[in-house]
């Protein structure tokens, strides 16, 4: 650390479809949905995250929600610019003399075209990043595991985000396979939106499907554990008059089916492409999952009994990819697989 060290601050950013998280100084000091809220007739900000999150659905035709990541990539450059502006800032709010140079890692989507990349850097740049790294997602997860990502053997990672579902086999500090698909967490919930309006003829928001998936979201129509019925207020669809209706988990696990098993088939496209000597070890060590997904009840078992070779759920998983960065922050320059 030299003289002028106060001066640059070190962030490892984690910008994901559903939450943003920083960490600085190893510690996660910003946790936040990715959702900004603007005013219609200035442009102006008027919250970020957890704040906006609460206006979602809520407001206005003078204010309008953004979530500006869609499938795991920039879709909205302004409010992204914005939001990772505002979630900076959250970090020290009392510094009004001087904004320090800002030397980031940010993670990416494996599956990310060159113009996708672009816009992730030119909004880093744009919010104030002198100097912008970036690192692919399953390679962030699996150095947030814990894995030996340089290690001549086959490490094995499926990170289920809000976006994106990303399935990568890493060895030697580079991605030797990858899938990225665009079916995870959001995909889930609008499955739980869609079940809702077709079986129970009720017509629920985002935020409820959220709940719904966190509180009774299961993988398996039969868990050891089972969790409590959730139940569901909102607007009968055909008389507009308010129900309540109590959802159990085997209903979920039925009507997040046809995601898994999409999720399944990428598994397997991924493990067809392993060379025969990586096989082996990721047979021996297990397959990891990381990401919010990685919370859904019982997918573990589900996939081990599918796939034939053991999932393990990564300790903490919904922070593995943010962790991940972190660790990558303080390697910078000696991490070979990191983009300028």
């Not at 100097?131 to 340089?150: R, S």
């Amino acid at each position: 650390m030299g003289l002028f060290s106060f001066l640059t601050q070190e962030l490892a950013i984690d910008l994901g479809t559903a939450n943003t998280i920083i960490i600085h100084n190893d510690k996660i000091v910003v946790d936040e949905p990715s959702i900004v809220a603007i005013d219609q007739a200035t442009g102006k900000l008027i919250a970020i995250g957890e704040k906006a999150r609460q206006m979602h659905g809520k407001t206005h035709e003078n204010i309008r929600t953004i979530r500006p990541l869609r499938d795991g990539v920039i879709a909205d450059f302004n409010a992204a610019e914005q939001m990772i502006r505002g979630m900076i800032k959250m970090i020290n709010p009392s510094n009004k003399l001087f904004s320090p140079s800002l030397r980031m890692v940010v993670c990416i989507p494996s599956g990310s075209t060159e113009v996708e990349i672009r816009a992730v850097r030119d909004s880093s740049e744009h919010a104030g990043g002198r100097d912008v790294y970036m690192i692919y997602e399953p390679m962030a997860a699996a150095l947030g595991i814990g894995l030996d990502v340089e290690a001549p053997e086959g490490n094995m990672v499926v990170d289920i985000g809000g976006g994106t579902t990303e399935i990568a086999v890493i060895a030697l500090g580079g991605i030797v396979c990858n899938k990225s698909i665009r079916i995870a967490g959001d995909g889930f919930t609008a499955d739980i939106q869609a079940y809702m309006r077709h079986q129970h003829n009720i017509k629920i928001g985002e935020r409820t499907a959220e709940d719904i998936k966190i509180a009774v979201g299961s993988a398996l129509p039969d868990l050891d554990n089972p969790p409590a019925d959730f139940i569901v207020r909102g607007p009968n669809l055909m008389t507009a008059l308010p129900i309540e209706v109590p959802i159990s988990y085997q209903e979920i696990a039925h009507c997040l089916d046809k995601s898994i098993s999409k999720v399944e088939a990428a598994i397997l496209g991924v493990l067809e492409q392993t060379p025969p000597e990586l096989y082996a070890d990721i047979v021996k060590k297990g397959i990891y999952l990381a990401g919010g997904g990685g919370l859904l009840k019982g997918l573990d078992k589900r996939l081990t009994d599918k796939i034939n070779i053991k999932f393990r759920v990564a300790e903490d998983p919904l922070h593995a990819v943010a962790r991940g960065t972190g660790i990558a922050l303080k390697n910078v320059d000696r991490f070979p697989f990191l983009m300028r």
